[in-house]
């Protein structure tokens, strides 16, 4: 009988302590979810210069997050159901999770080491179809005003293009309708590209980190979900005995 007592105790504690992973899973899937949604919206006139990628890997972390969350819904159900078969399915689901999460974060890593080798052919091709391309000349005027640079090496470079180009407005430290942009005084002359890719390294640096860090909170979970699917197995068998 006491044997009994201490098996439904520890079946107890164990489904507290699933059902806390589970709300926390929950949690990490809404904070995936947003950081995916919101590094692709507050890098996207980055990415979108860039023709190596588009921004897939935040998107397929936004997706993950997505799944994970809903994911933990339904687990709190084979929580409380109890059912052995369903808890080392979710265990299972875990570890698949946990690979996706360290693929997520390789793929950024991945992304980021090839944005530094082709941005600066990138940049070069979208200055030289400035004010022809709306699209593109959009996002170098987004750059240049918010990193406070000009040009891809320097200020320089829009005259050095064939044919050579006026130094763009967003260029300008002051007010446009107060800046003359062939006064150097009056613009930033830094070029964009290490500002650039300083930026990007570091906030897609921030997202990988995070993915791969939390690699190992799932195993925290099929540990959980193995533990009470054998607790309950052997409760059962007890029960029969």
Known sequence: MSKR??????????KTL????????????????C????????????????????????????SLGAVVAVAA????CCTTRGHPALLYLYGA????????????????????????????QDLNESMAVYGQDNSKSSHIDFIQSNLHCCGNRGYADWLNLDPPKNVPLSCCKMPEK???SQDTEQIYIEGCYNRVLDF??????????????VVFFPLVGIFL????????????????A
């Open 35 to 62: 950081i995916g949604i919101w590094m692709r919206i507050l890098l996207r006139d980055y990415m979108n210069m860039s023709m190596q990628g588009s921004g897939a890997a935040l998107l397929a972390l936004a």
């Open 18 to 33: 699933l059902m806390l992973f589970n709300f926390i899973f929950w949690a990490s899937g809404i904070l995936m979810l």
């Open 93 to 120: 689901f875990l570890a698949v999770v946990a690979l996706l999460e360290l693929g997520a974060g390789a793929s950024i890593y991945a992304y980021r080491t090839n944005l530094n080798e082709g941005f600066d």
């Open 73 to 76: 819904v339904l687990a709190c």
């Open 225 to 240: 979900a193995c533990c009470l699917a054998s607790n309950i197995n052997k409760a059962e068998y007890e029960q029969v």
């Open 5 to 14: 007592l201490e098996t439904v105790a520890t079946m107890t504690c164990m």
């Open 178 to 180: 107060k800046c003359d």
């Open 200 to 213: 990007m390294n570091n906030n897609f640096g921030l997202v990988a980190g995070t993915a791969i860090g």
